[in-house]
């Protein structure tokens, strides 16, 4: 049986929505045809020359990790990722990324270690990055320009709810300037008052559009200084964002949390390793899929007696525990997202059922693979 990959990707999107990725990140159709049929998904955290060589023909290869997350000026088969994506093509497969997009979404990544260590998600972590950013701006135009101004602005992004656009309110006022020495105005003359029908146009926009709309209000506004509002929104709870904020089913010492940990996860050279008191009592846990360390902070504030996460640097973990009562536990950053592999698996076989082989790679992606205690 086939698929098309265009609708493979479709399921992905809905998924774990691009939209979700961080600004730097590189996700979605790395290399494939999405007209063409695919015959089965293999999934991975990492796309290595192991995982590719054992990647079926005319298949998707689904990764966490982006092959070219920064820019490249070739893809040459004598260099390294060149080759993988040659070999991919050659057979006829394609390669897929679902990165930043997959750790916010709901469920996403840390919700896959969350339920890989029998924990209750109660949710998100970090607060800033569960909603999308948003900016309400409020502009004063006078009535004959409004409708110019309106279309200029939703040209550059702003006025897009769902799937809506061109939303806006308005309602109509009364403005009054004085003009300076200096002054050169569209409307009245220097030391008169001015007194102009104008409109209230409010608009929402993504904070990242600010430049764009800025620019477009002040090219389609009449006055030499137009009078205008930007007001940054607080983010809704969505659900969506990175890390969770979880309840273990019952309390135990960080100790034998820690050991639960190494046995509930995927063995690693690198293992778990712990800071803390080993016989305190942990009942809430805050968890982060892969690199967590930008997220101390927000795990001190998340009422949780241990933050466990990856790739923890010494100085810190060291600065955060003279200061935090919270446990830090560190696990390998391949431990703690390949239980995605698993969820994103789910997600296409409910979808395809026997339609679509999936299976996740048996291919072990952790870079270390030697070690001593």
């Given at each position: ?15 774990y929505?691009?939209?979700l990725a961080?600004d ?27 995982v ?21 000026d ?22 897929f ?26 949710g ?17 135009v006078p ?5 110019a ?13 769902g799937d ?21 105005p ?35 506004h009449p ?25 273990l ?14 046995t ?12 803390g ?45 003279r ?11 391949w ?15 409910r ?18 693979n030697?070690?001593?205690?």
């Open positions: 049986m086939s698929v098309r990959l265009a609708d493979v990707i479709a399921v992905l999107d809905e998924a929505p691009p939209a961080q730097w990140d590189s996700v979605g159709l790395v290399c494939g045809d999405p007209d063409e049929l695919v015959e089965s998904v293999t999934i991975t955290v990492d796309a290595t020359a192991a590719v060589a054992d990647t079926p023909a005319s298949s998707l290869l689904l990764a966490h990790h982006p092959l070219l997350l920064r820019g490249v070739t893809v040459s088969a004598d260099t390294a990722k060149g080759a993988l994506l040659h070999r991919l093509i050659r057979s006829g497969s394609a390669l990324t679902a990165h930043t997009n997959a750790d916010a979404a709901a469920p996403g990544v840390s919700d896959a270690l969350a339920d890989a260590l029998g924990l209750v998600v109660e998100v972590l970090d607060r800033e990055s569960e909603g999308r950013r948003l900016d309400k701006w409020v502009f004063f009535r004959e320009n409004a409708e101004l309106r279309e200029a602005v939703f040209a550059a992004g702003a006025g897009r709810i809506y656009s061109h939303c806006c309110w308005t309602v109509e006022g009364t403005g009054q300037f004085l003009p300076h020495d200096g002054a050169t569209a409307i009245g003359s220097v030391g008169s008052i001015e007194r102009v029908a104008e409109d209230r146009i409010e608009v929402i926009a993504p904070a990242g559009a600010r430049a764009d709309v800025l620019a477009a209000m002040r090219a389609a006055y030499e200084e137009p009078a205008f509002d930007v007001i940054a929104l607080a983010p809704l709870p969505t659900g969506t964002g990175i890390g969770r904020v979880c309840a089913p019952e309390p135990q010492p960080l100790s034998a949390f820690v050991a639960h940990a190494a509930a996860l995927p063995s690693t050279t690198w293992g778990v390793r712990a800071a008191d080993p016989d305190a009592l942990v009942s809430r846990v805050a968890v982060c899929g892969g690199a967590g360390d930008s997220l101390l902070d927000a795990a001190d504030a998340a009422g949780v007696q241990a933050y466990l996460t990856a790739d923890l640097r010494h100085h810190p973990a060291d600065e955060y525990r200061a935090s009562d919270v446990a830090l536990i560190d696990v390998a950053h431990a703690s997202e390949q239980p995605w592999c698993g969820q994103a698996a789910g997600v296409l076989e979808h395809f059922g026997t339609a679509l082989p999936v299976r996740v790679s048996s291919i072990r992606t952790d870079p270390w030697i070690g001593e205690q």
